[in-house]
């Protein structure tokens, strides 16, 4: 068989050459997470596999990209800022808000600077929701993957917990609105209430 193979030419003559280290991926966008149409027309894209946030034109056109594309969490000047697996967005008061889920923390992006801090977390993964309200980037989340704006409040769908938090930009708290943390489908008074791994949110 292998003097059949090399007289056809179909056998190698020499070991494959294997690249050592990994590729560069050069795709627009890698394993988008969430994605939010603003009311301007713009939409931002959480570009959940390459750890950053793009604010884009209605034709796709790039705006402005936070985030370098090297996992961590860091902030700073869009550029040079870090995430960590984006998830959900949304708009509030001229900037971007993102659940930064595997940095377990929610992250600011002012599209007028393009400057990213954190608002709330503290980079660690939360073992037990406070009983109320705590100064936001003092307590430690649970993965959040969705954030909506209301009013003068963002509201977070904390997955790891099975909750829904409130942030209050004004007071700079954060703290568990419904749920009482049991994994569960169980309808009643939002303390008693049980969810499982809330992923999505949306103003009705």
């Known amino acids: 068989e292998l003097e059949l193979a090399r007289k056809e030419g179909s056998l190698a003559l020499s070991p494959p050459r294997l690249f050592e280290g990994e ?3 050069h795709r627009p966008l890698l394993y988008p997470g969430k994605v939010r149409a ?3 027309g713009r939409i931002a894209v959480s570009d959940s596999g390459h750890h950053r946030v793009i604010l884009c ?10 985030g370098s594309g090297v996992r961590g969490l860091v902030d700073g000047p869009a ?11 949304c708009w509030h008061d001229g900037a971007l808000y993102v659940a930064d889920s595997r940095n377990h923390a929610i992250r600011r992006i002012d599209v007028g600077s393009g400057q990213v ?5 503290t980079g660690a993964l939360g ?37 829904i938090w409130r942030l ?13 943390g049991r994994e569960d489908i169980v309808d009643g ?4 209430a049980q969810l499982a791994q809330p992923s999505g949110l949306a103003l009705a």
């Not at 209050?168 to 009482?180: A, F, R, V, Y």
């Not at 008074?189 to 008693?192: F, G, H, K, S, Y």
Request: aromatic share 4%.
């Open 79 to 89: 550029a040079e800022a870090a995430f960590d697996d984006p998830q959900g967005v």
């Open 117 to 121: 801090t954190t608002v709330a977390g």
């Open 38 to 40: 603003l009311s301007d």
């Open 23 to 25: 590729l560069p991926d």
């Open 189 to 192: 008074q939002a303390d008693e």
């Open 127 to 163: 073992e037990a929701a406070p009983p109320e309200r705590t100064k936001a980037t003092a307590v430690a989340l649970r993965s959040p993957w969705d954030l909506c704006s209301v009013a003068g409040a963002i509201y977070v769908a904390m997955a790891g917990s099975h909750q």
């Open 168 to 180: 209050d930009l004004e007071k700079n708290e954060i703290g568990p609105w419904i749920g009482n």
């Open 57 to 66: 034109q209605p034709d796709g056109k790039a705006l402005l990209v936070a």
